[in-house]
Each structure stands twice: as structure tokens, then as C-alpha cells.
């Protein structure tokens, strides 16, 4: 359908265009509406936005909610038109499959009468061979027993049982070795455990010989230590002895050293006596000398710091007289 309103291809719907405008017509007054419908809408949006503009907006609007229902309703009755026709159309199919189909399954069993003779002898061959093969464990079975030339089943069938015996004969003879080797470690360790017995004993035995040694040991240990400390007791009063002898002898000598260092310092201080005497005197004299009075503050400090200077020397006197007794 082409015109300024709608634009529809037929060919976007897999239709043809004879069969489109069928449909097309049934539509059509519809779309006629809508065109004479265009004018008075061009007209109105084009109106200043008055009250009389407002209603007139509101009948054309009402004009096209019209047009739309009326397309629904020719929607509904078109598409059940052909919804019908599609199941119509199924019914003619149905009914010419099942008039036809029974007659096909019969004259297919007869076209594949020799063809189903043969499947079915696969099909036993298959199982009984499979059968064969079962007892002998083979894993994988191949989907084609039945199709073997007997040659080349004979073959296969010999190199699977084969295969199995010589599995199994392997199989033996591993379970063998595990077994005598199990019987091996079981011995080995029988061995081990008598020999850990035996260890055992032999340990406690020396530990035991260890302990009286020990005690021994000891024992002699015990009577060295009481002997050492006898002996050191011994040597501590022999000791102590020769010490406080010593020390009596070092008092006797200091006791003579301090008489004789009196005995020297009481003679030298005799021979100092006369002149100690005299730097006393002196000592005591110089703070008695009579200072002059003056009358200038100048004069006065220099008297004072004199004076200072000579008990200075006085106490100097002192302290160095001392010294020489």
C-alpha cells in the first residue's frame, strides 16, 4: 500500500503484490478517512490557541480515535479470516498425510523386505558374537560385530581373547609377587621386631651395668670431695695460722716503723722548735702592727687591702710552720 498517509511493502512480508491487495482493500476505506481527515488537521495546528480552536482540536481527535477503532476492528475480522484459511489449510494437509502415509509404511516394508532380512541376521550376529566376547572382558566393543567377514571376526575374536588370557596370566603373576613379596616384608619385619627385642634387652642390660658404674663412680667421686674438703679445711687453718702470724709480724714491724718515724719526728721537731717559735711569733705580730689613719677614702682602701695581705702572709706563716713539725 502506497500513499502519503501509509507505506507498507508486501515484499518485507513475504507476500506478493496480486495477493497484498487484497488485504490492501480491506483497509483501504480506513486510510481514505485519514487522508480527508489530513486536510482539517493541517488546518487546526495552524489556528492561534483559542477556546473555538480547543473544541474544534477535540472533534477532529475524536474523528481519528473513530478511524483507529474502526482499523481494529477491520484488523480482527481480516487476521480471523485468515487464521481460519491457515487452519483450513492444515486440514487438507492432515487429511491427504494420513490417507497417504499408511500406504507408504506398506510399500516401504515390501521395497525393504530383504534389506530388514539382513539387519535382523547383523543384528543376531552382533549379539551372539557380542556374547562371545563378553566372557573375556574386552572394553571397547565395536558396533560392527554383526558386519564381520567371519575371517576377520575369527581374528578379532582370537587376538581379544588372547589378549585377556595374557592379561590375566600378567595379573597372576603380579598377584604372585605381591604376595611373596608381602610374605618377604612380613618375615623382614618379624626380624626387625625380634631384633628390636633384643636390642631392647642388650639396652636395659648395659643400662643397668651403666647404673652400677655410675653408683661406683659416684661413690669414689663422694669420697674424693670428702678427702679435698678435709684437706682444704686443713690447708685453711695452716693457712689462716701462717696469715695471723704474718700480720703479728707486720704489726710488730709497723708498731717499730711508727716509733722510729715519732722517735725522728719528735728530734727533728726539737731542732725546729726555735725557729717554729719565731715564725709564730711573727705571725702573730704582723695583724698587730698599728696602720695610720687617713683621711681620703683612697688612702683608707689602700690601708685596708694592706692589711688584708698581711693577715694573709700571717696565715701562711701558720699553715707552713706546721709543715715543719
Same mark, same amino acid.
Given at each position: 500500500m502506497k500513499n502519503a498517509i501509509v507505506?507498507?511493502?508486501?515484499?518485507?512480508?513475504?507476500?506478493?503484490?496480486?495477493?497484498?491487495?487484497?488485504?490492501?482493500?480491506?483497509?483501504?476505506?480506513?486510510?481514505?478517512?485519514?487522508?480527508?481527515?489530513?486536510?482539517?488537521?493541517?488546518?487546526?495546528?495552524?489556528?492561534?490557541?483559542?477556546?473555538?480552536?480547543?473544541?474544534?482540536?477535540?472533534?477532529?481527535?475524536? !474523528?481519528?480515535?473513530?478511524?483507529?477503532?474502526?482499523?481494529?476492528?477491520?484488523?480482527?475480522?481480516?487476521?480471523?479470516?485468515?487464521?481460519?484459511?491457515?487452519?483450513?489449510?492444515?486440514?487438507?494437509?492432515?487429511? +491427504?498425510?494420513?490417507?497417504?502415509?499408511?500406504?507408504e509404511e506398506k510399500l516401504k516394508g515390501?521395497?525393504?523386505?530383504?534389506?530388514?532380512?539382513?539387519?535382523?541376521?547383523? &543384528?543376531?550376529?552382533?549379539?551372539?558374537?557380542?556374547?562371545?566376547?563378553?566372557?573375556?572382558?574386552?572394553?571397547?566393543?565395536?558396533?560392527?560385530?554383526?558386519?564381520?567377514?567371519?575371517?576377520?571376526?575369527?581374528?578379532?575374536?582370537?587376538?581379544?581373547?588372547?589378549?585377556?588370557? +595374557?592379561? +590375566?596370566?600378567?595379573?597372576? !603373576?603380579?598377584?604372585?609377587?605381591?604376595?611373596?613379596?608381602?610374605?618377604?616384608? &612380613?618375615?623382614?619385619? !618379624?626380624?626387625?621386631?625380634?631384633?628390636?627385642?633384643?636390642?631392647?634387652?642388650?639396652?636395659?642390660?648395659?643400662?643397668?651395668?651403666?647404673?652400677?658404674?655410675?653408683?661406683?663412680?659416684?661413690?669414689?667421686?663422694?669420697?674424693?670431695?670428702?678427702?679435698?674438703?678435709?684437706?682444704?679445711?686443713?690447708?685453711?687453718?695452716?693457712?689462716?695460722k701462717e696469715i695471723k702470724a704474718r700480720?703479728?709480724?707486720?704489726?710488730?714491724?709497723? !708498731?717499730?716503723?711508727?716509733?722510729?718515724?715519732?722517735?725522728?719526728?719528735?728530734?727533728?721537731? &726539737?731542732?725546729?722548735?726555735?725557729?717554729?717559735?719565731?715564725?709564730?711569733?711573727?705571725?702573730?705580730?704582723?695583724?698587730?702592727?698599728?696602720?695610720?689613719?687617713?683621711?681620703?677614702?683612697?688612702?683608707?682602701?689602700?690601708?685596708?687591702?694592706?692589711?688584708?695581705?698581711?693577715?694573709?702572709?700571717?696565715?701562711?706563716?701558720?699553715?707552713?710552720?706546721?709543715?715543719?713539725?
Amino acid at each position: 500500500m502506497k500513499n502519503a498517509i501509509v507505506k507498507i511493502n508486501p515484499a518485507d512480508y513475504g507476500l506478493e503484490e496480486s495477493k497484498a491487495r487484497l488485504i490492501e482493500q480491506a483497509f483501504k476505506p480506513m486510510i481514505d478517512k485519514m487522508v480527508e481527515l489530513e486536510k482539517e488537521y493541517n488546518q487546526i495546528i495552524k489556528l492561534p490557541l483559542t477556546p473555538e480552536a480547543c473544541n474544534q482540536a477535540h472533534e477532529l481527535r475524536l !474523528k481519528y480515535v473513530k478511524v483507529r477503532t474502526g482499523t481494529a476492528v477491520i484488523h480482527k475480522k481480516v487476521k480471523e479470516f485468515y487464521v481460519s484459511g491457515g487452519r483450513f489449510v492444515d486440514g487438507w494437509k492432515n487429511s +491427504q498425510l494420513f490417507a497417504s502415509q499408511g500406504l507408504e509404511e506398506k510399500l516401504k516394508g515390501i521395497e525393504d523386505y530383504y534389506k530388514n532380512i539382513e539387519k535382523e541376521r547383523i &543384528a543376531t550376529l552382533q549379539e551372539e558374537r557380542f556374547n562371545a566376547l563378553n566372557p573375556y572382558n574386552p572394553g571397547f566393543t565395536p558396533e560392527t560385530l554383526g558386519e564381520m567377514q567371519d575371517e576377520v571376526w575369527s581374528n578379532y575374536f582370537n587376538g581379544v581373547k588372547l589378549a585377556f588370557e +595374557q592379561r +590375566q596370566a600378567a595379573e597372576k !603373576k603380579v598377584e604372585e609377587e605381591r604376595i611373596a613379596r608381602e610374605k618377604a616384608e &612380613a618375615l623382614e619385619r !618379624k626380624r626387625i621386631r625380634e631384633e628390636n627385642e633384643q636390642l631392647k634387652v642388650e639396652a636395659a642390660e648395659q643400662e643397668r651395668v651403666q647404673a652400677i658404674e655410675r653408683e661406683k663412680r659416684e661413690k669414689a667421686e663422694a669420697v674424693r670431695r670428702r678427702k679435698m674438703e678435709r684437706e682444704r679445711k686443713a690447708f685453711q687453718v695452716k693457712l689462716d695460722k701462717e696469715i695471723k702470724a704474718r700480720e703479728r709480724l707486720e704489726a710488730a714491724n709497723l !708498731k717499730k716503723v711508727a716509733a722510729e718515724k715519732a722517735l725522728k719526728a719528735e728530734k727533728k721537731k &726539737a731542732a725546729l722548735a726555735p725557729d717554729v717559735e719565731k715564725l709564730n711569733k711573727l705571725a702573730a705580730d704582723i695583724p698587730d702592727y698599728l696602720f695610720p689613719a687617713c683621711k681620703s677614702k683612697e688612702a683608707n682602701r689602700i690601708v685596708e687591702e694592706a692589711y688584708n695581705r698581711l693577715v694573709a702572709i700571717s696565715e701562711w706563716i701558720l699553715a707552713e710552720t706546721k709543715n715543719m713539725e
